[in-house]
Protein backbone atom coordinates (compact mmCIF):
# COMPACT_ATOMS: atom_id res chain seq x y z
CA UNK A 1 0.00 0.00 0.00
CA UNK A 2 1.20 3.22 -0.78
CA UNK A 3 2.13 5.42 2.17
CA UNK A 4 4.29 8.85 3.25
CA UNK A 5 6.82 8.03 6.14
CA UNK A 6 10.30 8.92 7.44
CA UNK A 7 13.70 7.35 8.93
CA UNK A 8 15.34 10.31 10.36
CA UNK A 9 13.61 13.65 12.24
CA UNK A 10 14.47 16.35 9.87
CA UNK A 11 13.73 19.82 9.17
CA UNK A 12 10.57 20.05 6.77
CA UNK A 13 12.55 21.64 4.40
CA UNK A 14 14.63 18.57 3.68
CA UNK A 15 13.01 16.51 0.95
CA UNK A 16 13.64 13.71 3.17
CA UNK A 17 11.61 14.84 5.54
CA UNK A 18 8.63 13.04 4.72
CA UNK A 19 9.06 10.56 1.79
CA UNK A 20 6.44 8.29 -0.60
CA UNK A 21 6.86 4.89 0.41
CA UNK A 22 5.06 1.38 0.07
CA UNK A 23 4.41 -0.60 3.25
CA UNK A 24 2.93 -3.95 3.64
CA UNK A 25 -0.97 -3.87 3.71
CA UNK A 26 -1.79 -4.55 7.54
CA UNK A 27 -4.29 -7.09 9.28
CA UNK A 28 -7.32 -6.57 11.52
CA UNK A 29 -7.22 -8.80 14.79
CA UNK A 30 -8.89 -8.30 18.27
CA UNK A 31 -11.29 -5.25 17.96
CA UNK A 32 -9.21 -3.48 15.27
CA UNK A 33 -11.10 -2.34 11.96
CA UNK A 34 -9.29 -1.66 9.03
CA UNK A 35 -9.98 1.51 7.33
CA UNK A 36 -9.05 2.52 3.83
CA UNK A 37 -8.51 6.42 3.89
CA UNK A 38 -9.78 8.82 2.13
CA UNK A 39 -8.95 11.73 3.89
CA UNK A 40 -6.73 12.53 6.63
CA UNK A 41 -5.95 16.38 8.16
CA UNK A 42 -2.62 17.36 10.00
CA UNK A 43 -1.86 18.86 13.46
CA UNK A 44 0.90 20.27 15.59
CA UNK A 45 1.28 16.72 17.05
CA UNK A 46 2.84 15.56 13.60
CA UNK A 47 5.45 18.53 13.29
CA UNK A 48 6.22 17.72 16.89
CA UNK A 49 6.47 13.79 16.35
CA UNK A 50 8.44 13.68 13.13
CA UNK A 51 10.66 16.42 14.35
CA UNK A 52 11.73 14.31 17.65
CA UNK A 53 10.92 10.19 17.22
CA UNK A 54 13.19 8.35 15.80
CA UNK A 55 11.84 4.82 14.38
CA UNK A 56 14.06 1.88 14.82
CA UNK A 57 17.37 1.90 12.53
CA UNK A 58 15.94 0.69 8.92
CA UNK A 59 11.78 0.78 9.96
CA UNK A 60 9.17 3.67 8.77
CA UNK A 61 7.38 6.28 11.10
CA UNK A 62 4.10 6.59 9.33
CA UNK A 63 2.86 10.05 11.04
CA UNK A 64 -1.12 11.09 10.76
CA UNK A 65 -4.05 10.68 13.30
CA UNK A 66 -6.89 12.42 11.55
CA UNK A 67 -9.04 10.15 9.41
CA UNK A 68 -11.77 9.66 7.74
CA UNK A 69 -12.96 6.59 5.43
CA UNK A 70 -14.39 3.20 4.92
CA UNK A 71 -14.06 -0.05 6.81
CA UNK A 72 -13.04 -2.90 4.87
CA UNK A 73 -12.32 -5.58 7.23
CA UNK A 74 -12.66 -6.32 10.85
CA UNK A 75 -11.07 -8.38 13.69
CA UNK A 76 -13.09 -11.27 15.41
CA UNK A 77 -14.03 -9.13 18.42
CA UNK A 78 -15.31 -6.26 16.55
CA UNK A 79 -18.69 -4.96 17.63
CA UNK A 80 -19.57 -1.70 16.31
CA UNK A 81 -18.74 -1.67 13.00
CA UNK A 82 -19.06 -3.68 9.98
CA UNK A 83 -17.61 -3.99 6.40
CA UNK A 84 -18.77 -0.93 4.02
CA UNK A 85 -19.32 1.81 7.53
CA UNK A 86 -17.94 5.11 6.97
CA UNK A 87 -16.36 6.40 10.15
CA UNK A 88 -14.15 9.00 11.40
CA UNK A 89 -11.39 9.15 14.38
CA UNK A 90 -8.04 10.21 15.32
CA UNK A 91 -6.14 7.41 16.11
CA UNK A 92 -3.61 6.64 18.98
CA UNK A 93 -0.15 7.90 19.60
CA UNK A 94 1.71 4.79 19.89
CA UNK A 95 0.50 3.23 16.81
CA UNK A 96 1.09 3.43 12.84
CA UNK A 97 -0.19 7.07 11.65
CA UNK A 98 -3.10 7.43 8.80
CA UNK A 99 -0.89 8.92 6.20
CA UNK A 100 -1.45 5.83 4.76
CA UNK A 101 -3.78 3.56 2.25
CA UNK A 102 -4.86 1.31 4.84
CA UNK A 103 -4.69 1.69 8.80
CA UNK A 104 -5.98 -0.38 11.72
CA UNK A 105 -7.44 1.44 14.66
CA UNK A 106 -9.64 0.16 17.56
CA UNK A 107 -13.58 0.64 17.24
CA UNK A 108 -13.39 1.95 20.72
CA UNK A 109 -12.12 4.84 19.92
CA UNK A 110 -14.03 5.30 15.83
CA UNK A 111 -17.14 7.37 15.33
CA UNK A 112 -19.54 7.23 12.08
CA UNK A 113 -18.68 9.63 9.63
CA UNK A 114 -21.22 12.73 9.40
CA UNK A 115 -23.46 11.92 6.77
CA UNK A 116 -24.00 16.05 5.88
CA UNK A 117 -20.08 16.14 4.82
CA UNK A 118 -17.68 15.01 2.74
CA UNK A 119 -14.47 13.12 3.23
CA UNK A 120 -12.69 16.15 3.55
CA UNK A 121 -14.35 18.11 5.72
CA UNK A 122 -14.70 15.10 8.47
CA UNK A 123 -11.67 14.68 7.93
CA UNK A 124 -10.96 17.95 9.52
CA UNK A 125 -12.59 16.74 12.90
CA UNK A 126 -11.57 13.98 15.35
CA UNK A 127 -8.57 15.08 16.85
CA UNK A 128 -9.58 18.75 17.37
CA UNK A 129 -12.95 17.97 18.57
CA UNK A 130 -12.07 15.25 20.77
CA UNK A 131 -9.72 17.60 22.71
CA UNK A 132 -11.92 20.41 23.01
CA UNK A 133 -14.63 18.04 24.62
CA UNK A 134 -12.62 16.55 26.44
CA UNK A 135 -11.16 19.90 28.15
CA UNK A 136 -14.61 21.31 28.18
CA UNK A 137 -16.54 18.63 29.59
CA UNK A 138 -14.24 16.38 31.26
CA UNK A 139 -11.71 18.37 32.49
CA UNK A 140 -12.96 22.03 32.82
CA UNK A 141 -16.53 20.56 33.39
CA UNK A 142 -17.66 23.87 32.42
CA UNK A 143 -21.15 22.87 32.81
CA UNK A 144 -20.64 23.23 36.68
CA UNK A 145 -20.21 26.88 37.54
CA UNK A 146 -17.59 28.77 39.70
CA UNK A 147 -19.23 30.20 42.52
CA UNK A 148 -19.59 34.36 42.04
CA UNK A 149 -18.23 34.13 38.48
CA UNK A 150 -19.26 35.40 35.45
CA UNK A 151 -20.63 32.50 33.36
CA UNK A 152 -18.13 33.36 30.68
CA UNK A 153 -14.89 31.06 28.40
CA UNK A 154 -11.77 32.90 27.49
CA UNK A 155 -10.32 30.72 24.44
CA UNK A 156 -6.53 31.22 23.77
CA UNK A 157 -5.63 30.52 20.06
CA UNK A 158 -9.15 30.76 19.14
CA UNK A 159 -8.29 30.32 15.24
CA UNK A 160 -6.46 27.40 15.64
CA UNK A 161 -7.67 23.61 14.72
CA UNK A 162 -8.80 22.92 18.49
CA UNK A 163 -9.74 26.41 19.04
CA UNK A 164 -12.10 26.46 16.40
CA UNK A 165 -13.93 23.57 17.06
CA UNK A 166 -14.11 24.33 20.91
CA UNK A 167 -15.40 27.59 20.25
CA UNK A 168 -17.99 25.49 18.51
CA UNK A 169 -19.02 23.03 21.04
CA UNK A 170 -19.28 26.03 23.78
CA UNK A 171 -21.41 27.79 21.75
CA UNK A 172 -23.44 24.83 20.82
CA UNK A 173 -23.89 22.86 24.41
CA UNK A 174 -23.70 25.75 26.98
CA UNK A 175 -24.08 29.00 28.10
CA UNK A 176 -21.01 30.64 28.21
CA UNK A 177 -20.56 33.69 26.67
CA UNK A 178 -17.33 32.65 24.75
CA UNK A 179 -14.39 35.25 24.54
CA UNK A 180 -11.78 34.06 21.61
CA UNK A 181 -7.98 35.59 20.80
CA UNK A 182 -6.54 36.32 17.48
CA UNK A 183 -4.34 38.95 15.80
CA UNK A 184 -4.78 39.05 12.21
CA UNK A 185 -8.02 40.31 10.18
CA UNK A 186 -8.72 36.97 8.67
CA UNK A 187 -8.30 35.33 11.88
CA UNK A 188 -10.58 37.58 13.66
CA UNK A 189 -13.14 37.19 11.15
CA UNK A 190 -12.94 33.41 11.15
CA UNK A 191 -13.68 33.24 14.77
CA UNK A 192 -16.47 35.56 14.89
CA UNK A 193 -18.14 33.52 12.25
CA UNK A 194 -17.53 30.03 14.17
CA UNK A 195 -19.51 32.14 17.08
CA UNK A 196 -16.98 33.71 19.31
CA UNK A 197 -19.05 37.00 21.41
CA UNK A 198 -16.21 38.59 21.79
CA UNK A 199 -12.37 38.55 19.86
CA UNK A 200 -9.44 40.01 22.01
CA UNK A 201 -5.93 40.00 20.36
CA UNK A 202 -3.06 37.55 21.70
CA UNK A 203 -0.52 40.10 20.85
CA UNK A 204 -1.39 42.46 23.60
CA UNK A 205 -1.99 41.86 27.52
CA UNK A 206 -5.10 39.67 27.96
CA UNK A 207 -5.82 40.69 31.31
CA UNK A 208 -6.19 44.48 30.26
CA UNK A 209 -7.94 43.86 26.89
CA UNK A 210 -10.82 41.54 29.55
CA UNK A 211 -11.17 43.74 32.02
CA UNK A 212 -12.51 46.12 29.25
CA UNK A 213 -14.99 43.69 28.66
CA UNK A 214 -18.49 43.40 29.71
CA UNK A 215 -18.32 39.48 31.06
CA UNK A 216 -16.32 40.76 34.10
CA UNK A 217 -13.66 37.75 35.53
CA UNK A 218 -14.13 34.40 33.48
CA UNK A 219 -14.64 31.10 35.26
CA UNK A 220 -12.98 29.10 32.66
CA UNK A 221 -9.76 29.67 30.37
CA UNK A 222 -8.43 27.51 27.74
CA UNK A 223 -4.99 27.93 26.66
CA UNK A 224 -4.38 26.05 23.29
CA UNK A 225 -1.20 27.86 22.26
CA UNK A 226 1.91 30.03 23.87
CA UNK A 227 0.93 29.51 27.56
CA UNK A 228 4.45 30.15 28.60
CA UNK A 229 3.45 34.34 27.70
CA UNK A 230 0.11 33.91 28.81
CA UNK A 231 0.37 32.52 31.65
CA UNK A 232 0.54 35.52 34.27
CA UNK A 233 -2.07 37.49 32.12
CA UNK A 234 -4.33 33.96 32.60
CA UNK A 235 -3.52 34.04 36.51
CA UNK A 236 -4.78 37.96 36.58
CA UNK A 237 -7.67 37.59 34.52
CA UNK A 238 -9.50 34.41 35.62
CA UNK A 239 -12.08 34.45 38.62
CA UNK A 240 -10.93 33.30 42.24
CA UNK A 241 -11.77 29.48 42.19
CA UNK A 242 -11.96 29.49 38.57
CA UNK A 243 -9.98 26.57 36.32
CA UNK A 244 -7.27 26.80 33.57
CA UNK A 245 -6.62 24.22 31.59
CA UNK A 246 -4.35 23.98 28.40
CA UNK A 247 -2.76 21.59 25.98
CA UNK A 248 0.41 22.98 24.72
CA UNK A 249 3.89 22.43 26.24
CA UNK A 250 5.35 25.03 27.91
CA UNK A 251 9.00 25.04 28.97
CA UNK A 252 8.49 25.54 32.63
CA UNK A 253 5.20 26.18 34.63
CA UNK A 254 4.63 26.75 38.50
CA UNK A 255 1.04 25.64 39.56
CA UNK A 256 2.09 27.89 42.58
CA UNK A 257 0.87 31.40 41.45
CA UNK A 258 -2.69 29.75 41.02
CA UNK A 259 -2.84 29.18 45.02
CA UNK A 260 -3.91 32.54 46.22
CA UNK A 261 -6.90 32.52 43.80
CA UNK A 262 -7.24 28.97 44.46
CA UNK A 263 -7.18 28.15 40.42
CA UNK A 264 -7.31 24.77 39.24
CA UNK A 265 -4.58 23.47 36.39
CA UNK A 266 -5.85 20.95 34.39
CA UNK A 267 -4.03 19.12 31.45
CA UNK A 268 -5.48 17.52 28.46
CA UNK A 269 -3.89 15.14 25.85
CA UNK A 270 -6.74 13.20 23.71
CA UNK A 271 -4.35 10.25 23.44
CA UNK A 272 -4.21 9.41 27.42
CA UNK A 273 -7.31 7.47 26.79
CA UNK A 274 -5.87 5.08 24.11
CA UNK A 275 -2.52 4.87 25.03
CA UNK A 276 -3.25 3.36 28.25
CA UNK A 277 -6.73 1.85 26.80
CA UNK A 278 -8.27 3.22 30.30
CA UNK A 279 -11.69 1.88 31.52
CA UNK A 280 -13.98 4.44 29.54
CA UNK A 281 -11.76 4.11 26.64
CA UNK A 282 -14.70 3.79 24.86
CA UNK A 283 -15.79 7.45 25.55
CA UNK A 284 -13.89 9.00 22.60
CA UNK A 285 -16.07 7.12 19.92
CA UNK A 286 -18.99 8.00 21.65
CA UNK A 287 -18.43 11.91 21.66
CA UNK A 288 -17.48 11.41 17.90
CA UNK A 289 -21.00 10.02 17.01
CA UNK A 290 -22.23 13.32 19.41
CA UNK A 291 -20.33 15.51 17.18
CA UNK A 292 -21.49 13.70 14.13
CA UNK A 293 -24.85 14.28 15.17
CA UNK A 294 -24.18 17.89 16.17
CA UNK A 295 -22.82 18.20 12.38
CA UNK A 296 -25.81 17.00 11.26
CA UNK A 297 -27.98 18.83 13.06
CA UNK A 298 -26.50 21.80 11.76
CA UNK A 299 -25.24 23.00 14.66
CA UNK A 300 -21.40 22.69 14.03
CA UNK A 301 -19.55 23.33 10.83
CA UNK A 302 -16.40 21.95 9.76
CA UNK A 303 -13.15 23.70 10.60
CA UNK A 304 -11.10 22.78 7.03
CA UNK A 305 -9.56 25.64 6.61
CA UNK A 306 -7.23 25.17 3.00
CA UNK A 307 -7.35 21.77 0.73
CA UNK A 308 -3.85 20.54 0.00
CA UNK A 309 -5.27 18.02 -2.66
CA UNK A 310 -3.48 14.44 -2.88
CA UNK A 311 -2.28 12.58 0.10
CA UNK A 312 1.39 12.48 -0.69
CA UNK A 313 4.71 13.52 0.93
CA UNK A 314 5.39 16.95 -1.17
CA UNK A 315 1.79 17.57 -0.28
CA UNK A 316 2.44 16.43 3.54
CA UNK A 317 5.60 18.55 4.01
CA UNK A 318 3.57 21.94 2.72
CA UNK A 319 1.25 21.27 5.11
CA UNK A 320 3.59 21.04 8.19
CA UNK A 321 5.76 24.24 7.10
CA UNK A 322 2.51 25.90 7.54
CA UNK A 323 1.64 24.51 10.97
CA UNK A 324 5.18 25.00 12.01
CA UNK A 325 4.89 28.93 10.79
CA UNK A 326 2.44 29.24 13.84
CA UNK A 327 0.21 31.06 10.84
CA UNK A 328 -2.13 27.84 10.35
CA UNK A 329 -6.08 28.97 10.72
CA UNK A 330 -8.76 26.15 10.81
CA UNK A 331 -7.40 22.71 9.23
CA UNK A 332 -5.34 21.58 6.44
CA UNK A 333 -6.90 18.78 4.93
CA UNK A 334 -5.65 16.12 1.66
CA UNK A 335 -7.33 13.77 0.24
CA UNK A 336 -6.98 10.20 -1.59
CA UNK A 337 -3.94 8.72 -3.43
CA UNK A 338 -2.60 8.58 -6.53
CA UNK A 339 -3.41 6.04 -8.76
Not at 227 to 237: G, K, N, P, Y
Amino acid sequence: MRAVGYQTPLPIDNPEALQDIDLPKPVPVGRDILVEIRAVSVNPVDTKVRRSAAPESGQWRVLGWDAAGVVTAVGPDVSKFSVGDEVFYAGALQRAGTNAQFHLVDERIVGRKPRSLDWAEAAALPLTAITAWEMLFDRLDVRRAVPGATPSLLIVGGAGGVGSIAIQLARALTDLTVIATASRPETREWVRQLGAHHVIDHTQSLAAQVMHLPTGAPGFVFSTTQTDRHFEDIVALLAPQGRFGLIDDPTELSALPLKRKSLSLHWELMFTRPLFETADMSAQGMLLDEVAALIDAGRVRTTLAEHYGLINAENLRRAHAVIESGRAKGKIVLEGFCN
